[in-house]
Structures are given as structure tokens and as C-alpha cells.
């Protein structure tokens, strides 16, 4: 099993940014890819981004795209989400979501809940406009 523990949300003025932690612990090595996602009041929850840890390929949704990044440690146990330029609608609880499938290195990363199975508990983020 994987476990998965966000931190770094809070108060984000719009126009600001914000950058989220997600520490992964336990079977680790069995990791294919971890993903953000974010879940806004009375909406489904959607992708945000998604790392590769084998070849570090990203994908970012396009809400997020041009503003967001995603990076890991080295050692594989943490995965951050730094987002610039935020904005009202980015207000939302995050996710942080491990995908241990072991997928081939060339199948696209997955950005639907189903494609994850281990999630963290979620961290609230907060625009003020």
C-alpha cells in the first residue's frame, strides 16, 4: 500500500501563487505515476497534473497548463504542484493520487480518479479575490 499525505494549502490571493506537497510513504517502489487533482464545491473532481517518476513526463490539464508545475524528489517520496498566477477558480480541495499499475513506459498518464488508487486526505486551498 501507498500512503499519501498533502500539505500547503491555505489562503491564496488571486494573482498569487501556491505550492503543494504530497508525502508518499510505504511501497513506494511501486509507483507509476502521481497525480494532482482538485475538487471544487458541488463538482466532480478533475485532473490537474500528472508525473511519470521512470522518465519525469508531465501532463497538465489545460486549466492549469502554462501556469502550474509538477516536480518529485529525487528519491521519489514527494511530489510537489507549484501554481502561479492563480485565480478564483483554482479554489478547490486538492488531491494528491498515487497510480501503481504497472503501466508500460509509453502509455499516457491517466487523468481520471479511476486510473489512481491510492489518495491522500486533501488540502484545502482558498482564493481571495
Known amino acids: 500500500q501507498v500512503q499519501l499525505v498533502e500539505s500547503g494549502g491555505g489562503l491564496v490571493q488571486a494573482g498569487g501563487s501556491l505550492r503543494l506537497s504530497c508525502a508518499a510513504s510505504g511501497r513506494t517502489s511501486s509507483v507509476y505515476a502521481m497525480g494532482w487533482f482538485r475538487q471544487a464545491p458541488g463538482k466532480e473532481r478533475e485532473f490537474v497534473t500528472a508525473l511519470r517518476w521512470s522518465d519525469g513526463t508531465t501532463y497538465y490539464a489545460d486549466s492549469v497548463k502554462g501556469r502550474s508545475t509538477i516536480s518529485g524528489d529525487n528519491d521519489m517520496n514527494t511530489v510537489y504542484l507549484q501554481m502561479d498566477s492563480v485565480k478564483p477558480e483554482d479554489r478547490a480541495v486538492y488531491y494528491c493520487?498515487?497510480?501503481?499499475?504497472?503501466?508500460?513506459?509509453?502509455?499516457?498518464?491517466?487523468?481520471?480518479?479511476?486510473?489512481?488508487?491510492?489518495w491522500g486526505q486533501g488540502t484545502q486551498v482558498t482564493v481571495s479575490s
Open positions: 493520487a498515487a497510480d501503481v499499475t504497472p503501466w508500460p513506459s509509453y502509455r499516457r498518464l491517466g487523468s481520471s480518479p479511476g486510473e489512481y488508487e491510492y
